[in-house]
């Protein structure tokens, strides 16, 4: 039975510029937003738009990800026809195994794509929170006549040179593609979400793969040669919230913006569209007498003894009598302990912040940064970590990074 449209989901990122929450953990994986983990948002947009075939394309640390997807039944994914299916690399009779770019990765599963004989392909990225009607997004690509359409977002001109930019005329038809230029003609930033004709992405992939010189990206090489052969390329302009979190900063921003949906426009509780996860099966969480809670996200089997203002607790953290925790985004798991001050920082999953420890400092005019702890470090009693910190492993009590 041919599908309409399926979703190929690229979840095989390092997430190099993450530094220390993702040494054990792929990008997609890295936990978000309270209760979710980044892959929630593309898979719950799927479901909300009537996708229900999904192959999720692994490669780095892919354990933490393959665990969390399951059998997709959180997301109601868990389909006899369809479905989500992880696809990791794997060695053919060509010799072929590890996915060197974008476009090889899909290349190197036509096969599951050609199982469900599509009309169209919807390339998504499992590294950004985004909030996205593709259904909205496939409706203009069919009203269009496009064989490739991509999603764009208007970005400040000042920033424009950051981006995969698409020039397009006042039909919204794409003319030319800069990638990250110094001099922008565009201020149309590709979010890397494609819609493909399927008879299209199988020719231009098996035309890439067979091209010794080509780097098999989509940015680099397929979107020039569809340029290159005046095919029907249309841009379709995304208003919604969006961001690639592929810094330390740009993560806590986004961490910081779900408290303030009215403002950042990114509303996990908002009942028409939810964002699905793998639930953590705790109790619910308690904040004990004495306690101060003020303007913060505290998810299941969260206790609080101390002060938490402005801050993300995911599932089972601590938070002793008399530490103090602001501006900070802790990840399951981890225990802040009595007397601990911790400020304007990301905790990664199952840290202890020892007794009276002190982890980053607020922003000054000057200095912004986002002290990191990684998954599993302790930091030991009376240790400082400062604003700057990248913390990969134990720090003993009384020690100082900066």
């Given at each position: 039975?041919?599908?309409?449209?399926?979703?190929?989901?690229?979840?095989?990122?390092?997430?190099?510029?993450?530094?220390?929450?993702t040494?054990?953990?792929?990008k997609?994986?890295?936990?978000?937003?309270?209760?979710?983990?980044i892959?929630?948002?593309?898979?719950?947009?799927?479901?909300n738009?009537?996708?229900?075939?999904v192959?999720?394309?692994?490669q780095?640390?892919?354990?933490?990800?393959?665990?969390?997807?399951?059998?997709?039944?959180?997301?109601?994914?868990?389909?006899?026809?369809?479905?989500?299916?992880?696809?990791?690399?794997?060695?053919?009779a060509?010799?072929?195994?590890?996915?060197?770019?974008?476009?090889?990765?899909?290349?190197q599963?036509?096969?599951?794509?050609?199982?469900y004989?599509?009309?169209?392909?919807?390339?998504?990225?499992?590294?950004?929170?985004?909030?996205?009607?593709?259904?909205?997004?496939?409706?203009?690509?069919?009203?269009k006549?496009?064989?490739?359409?991509?999603?764009?977002?208007?970005?400040?001109?000042?920033?424009?040179s950051?981006?995969?930019?698409?020039?397009?005329?006042?039909?919204?038809?794409?003319t030319?593609?800069?990638?990250?230029?110094?001099?922008?003609?565009?201020?149309?930033?590709?979010?890397?979400?494609?819609?493909?004709?399927?008879?299209?992405?199988?020719?231009?992939?098996?035309?890439?793969?067979a091209?010794?010189?080509?780097?098999?990206?989509?940015?680099?090489?397929?979107?020039?040669?569809?340029?290159?052969?005046?095919?029907?390329?249309?841009?379709?302009?995304?208003?919604?919230?969006w961001?690639?979190?592929?810094?330390?900063?740009?993560?806590?921003e986004?961490?910081?913006?779900?408290?303030?949906?009215?403002?950042?426009?990114?509303?996990?509780?908002?009942?028409?569209?939810?964002?699905?996860?793998?639930?953590?099966?705790?109790?619910?969480?308690?904040?004990?007498?004495?306690?101060?809670?003020?303007?913060?996200?505290?998810?299941?089997?969260?206790?609080i003894?101390?002060?938490?203002?402005?801050?993300?607790?995911?599932?089972?953290?601590?938070?002793?009598?008399?530490?103090?925790?602001?501006?900070?985004?802790?990840?399951?798991?981890?225990?802040?302990?009595?007397?601990?001050?911790?400020?304007?920082?990301?905790?990664?999953?199952?840290?202890?912040?020892?007794?009276?420890?002190?982890?980053?400092?607020?922003?000054?005019?000057?200095?912004?940064?986002?002290?990191?702890?990684?998954?599993?470090?302790?930091?030991?009693?009376?240790?400082?970590?400062?604003?700057?910190?990248?913390?990969?492993?134990?720090?003993?009590?009384?020690?100082?990074q900066?």
């Amino acid at each position: 039975m041919a599908k309409e449209m399926i979703a190929m989901l690229l979840a095989g990122g390092q997430g190099s510029r993450l530094y220390a929450l993702t040494q054990k953990l792929a990008k997609p994986a890295v936990p978000f937003g309270g209760k979710y983990r980044i892959i929630d948002f593309p898979l719950s947009n799927c479901v909300n738009s009537g996708i229900d075939t999904v192959g999720i394309l692994t490669q780095y640390q892919p354990l933490v990800l393959n665990e969390y997807i399951g059998n997709g039944q959180p997301w109601d994914l868990d389909r006899l026809h369809g479905g989500v299916h992880v696809l990791p690399p794997y060695q053919q009779a060509s010799g072929s195994d590890w996915y060197k770019g974008t476009a090889n990765a899909i290349y190197q599963n036509l096969s599951f794509i050609e199982r469900y004989d599509p009309k169209y392909v919807i390339i998504l990225s499992g590294d950004q929170i985004c909030k996205q009607d593709y259904s909205d997004f496939l409706r203009f690509h069919k009203e269009k006549n496009a064989e490739f359409s991509v999603a764009v977002m208007e970005v400040p001109w000042d920033e424009a040179s950051r981006f995969g930019l698409m020039v397009a005329d006042e039909n919204d038809k794409i003319t030319e593609f800069q990638e990250k230029p110094k001099n922008p003609k565009s201020n149309l930033a590709s979010m890397g979400i494609y819609i493909f004709n399927w008879d299209i992405l199988k020719k231009y992939l098996t035309e890439d793969e067979a091209d010794p010189n080509s780097e098999n990206d989509f940015g680099n090489n397929i979107i020039p040669n569809l340029l290159r052969d005046n095919r029907r390329m249309y841009a379709y302009h995304f208003s919604g919230y969006w961001k690639d979190v592929g810094t330390i900063s740009s993560l806590w921003e986004a961490n910081m913006e779900v408290l303030d949906p009215e403002h950042s426009g990114i509303d996990l509780f908002e009942e028409g569209w939810k964002i699905f996860s793998r639930n953590s099966g705790m109790t619910g969480h308690k904040i004990s007498a004495g306690a101060t809670v003020e303007n913060s996200m505290i998810t299941d089997g969260c206790r609080i003894g101390g002060t938490v203002k402005h801050s993300v607790l995911f599932a089972g953290v601590k938070v002793e009598a008399g530490a103090i925790v602001e501006d900070a985004v802790i990840m399951g798991g981890t225990v802040v302990k009595s007397g601990a001050v911790v400020k304007h920082c990301i905790l990664a999953e199952n840290v202890t912040i020892g007794e009276n420890a002190v982890v980053g400092a607020m922003p000054t005019e000057e200095e912004n940064a986002v002290a990191t702890v990684g998954s599993g470090v302790s930091v030991g009693a009376g240790a400082v970590i400062g604003p700057k910190a990248m913390v990969y492993k134990n720090v003993e009590g009384g020690e100082e990074q900066w």
